[in-house]
T-cell receptor, first 116, second 113 residues
Framework: AQSVTQPDIHITVSEGASLELRCNYS??????LFWYVQSPGQGLQLLLK??????LVQGIKGFEAEFKRSQSSFNLRKPSVHWSDAAEYFC??????????????FGKGTKLSVKP | DAGVTQSPTHLIKTRGQQVTLRCSPK?????VSWYQQALGQGPQFIFQ???????QRGNFPDRFSGHQFPNYSSELNVNALLLGDSALYLC????????????FGQGTRLTVV
């Protein structure tokens, strides 16, 4: 069965420091992969997505993620964190079975706190 | 474009009652999916509606049911509420040919007491 694991429940970084949030997935084929961000009391906002091609993808708000098939990972990175990045981050896989129909399977999320 | 809108924002219900949550999809979208996000968890897929029919369903009991209207808006109904149904319910809309491009609403926070 498809699944997504986010090993870190809570991460605290200092403002201006770099960030890496880990994500591992289990899926039988090349997955569609996503990172979403959720601010308190809010819905989900898409940061970036990977379907195929270049394994380093750029997203909004200065985020990027790298797909590593050999490690079944899709880690999210940001070179310099801003206080406004404090939120919860969700990695998700979309089992597409070759088409565009399907649903998202989410990890449990990583809560990011930013120290001034 | 108002995006995906959900109502109400917050709701408090008593155990055993029934609840209806509503979702209006983003303009141009014809497919609506519902997710349940329990506290401290990631969203879990409940079901998806397209052409007024349930197209896919996650691992949720029959107490969870839905409906899609001709204007593509959707309702999520939960019967015989349990304390464990307390969660943020998220609606996502997409176009039938671009299921990966889902937009989420702000959610409805349901508290069962």
């Amino acid at each position: 069965a498809q699944s997504v694991t986010q090993p870190d429940i809570h991460i605290t970084v200092s403002e201006g420091a770099s960030l890496e949030l880990r994500c591992n997935y289990s899926y039988g084929a090349t997955p569609y992969l996503f990172w979403y961000v959720q601010s308190p009391g809010q819905g989900l906002q898409l940061l970036l997505k990977y379907f195929s091609g270049d394994t380093l993808v750029q997203g909004i708000k200065g985020f990027e993620a790298e797909f590593k098939r050999s490690q079944s990972s899709f880690n999210l990175r940001k070179p310099s964190v801003h206080w406004s990045d404090a939120a919860e981050y969700f990695c998700a896989v979309f089992p597409h079975y070759g088409g565009s129909q399907g649903n998202l399977i989410f990890g449990k999320g990583t809560k990011l706190s930013v120290k001034p | 474009d108002a995006g995906v809108t959900q109502s109400p924002t917050h709701l408090i219900k008593t155990r055993g009652q029934q609840v209806t949550l509503r979702c209006s999809p983003k303009s141009g979208h014809d497919t609506v999916s519902w997710y349940q996000q329990a506290l401290g968890q990631g969203p879990q897929f409940i079901f998806q509606y397209y052409e007024e029919e349930e197209r896919q369903r996650g691992n949720f009991p029959d107490r969870f049911s839905g409906h899609q209207f001709p204007n593509y808006s959707s309702e999520l109904n939960v019967n015989a509420l349990l304390l464990g149904d307390s969660a943020l319910y998220l609606c996502a809309s997409s176009h039938r040919d671009r299921g990966t491009e889902a937009f989420f609403g702000q959610g409805t926070r349901l508290t069962v007491v």
